[in-house]
């Protein structure tokens, strides 16, 4: 299974944040965003981060004052940082904090992409996730219930394939099922967003096909994963009733 990298975004242009977190979501990148120096302090301080992406001028708190800040918990994680100010003063502040790029604005979000890609491991590095398209199918085990797989990564489209699926298996098979085995590959947890995305499936299945989580049956190499990657998140709602390989 190849890891997700958390990357911290420190941005007060709403918009420009939202464009890079809509091209970071096509890749093994779980991105979070914060508005100013001051929020991102305390991310860094309670979140472990792989690189953080900063503009300098903000409000509140810069991004030069959070860096110095936060030199504690980013020791030797890349650091980049942005600016629309060509200013000397800044360029030689973000040079004594040692910084690992200097990106000038206006910068587009596919370029942000490349130059965080060339600071991070190179094995696996980035991954872009449409080499893994969705694939969900079912078959009838007979009076044993039913078995529903997911392979490749879930999408922005997850959760309506989904349900088209559970409608399709409803008019086939029925409800009230004896069982469902619920496998789940690897590659669907390439994606970070993915626990969250089958927490919802499972409530889906659960609700429209009257199966309670006892009689859900996970499998699959995901479920191994997802154990270590995402701990108790894991284990709760629906994810904590079903049974697990």
Known sequence: MIPFYRILLVEDDPGFAESVMRVFAAFNILLDSATDGRVALIWVRSRPYDAVITDLRMPIVGGLAFIESATAFLTGKPVLVMTASNQRED??????????????????PSELVLRLARKLPATPGLVPLQRFPLQ????????????????????????????????????????????????????????????????????????????????????????????????????????GSVRWP
């Open 136 to 239: 969900i199918h079912y078959k009838s085990l007979g009076s044993a219930g039913v078995s529903i797989s997911l392979e490749g990564v879930p999408g922005p489209d997850f959760e309506k394939a989904f349900g088209d699926m559970l409608a399709d298996l409803r008019n086939h098979l029925g409800t009230d099922l004896a069982s469902v085995e619920f496998q789940v590959a690897s590659e669907f947890g390439y994606d970070p967003r993915s626990i969250y995305a089958l927490e919802k499936a499972l409530d889906l299945l659960s609700r429209r096909l009257r199966v309670p989580g006892p009689r859900i049956h996970l499998s699959g190499g995901y479920w191994d994963d997802a154990r270590e990657t995402h701990g108790d998140e894991a284990r709760r709602g629906i994810l």
């Open 91 to 108: 360029v030689l502040s973000a040079r004594e904090l040692k910084v690992d790029d200097y990106i000038t604005k206006p910068v587009k």
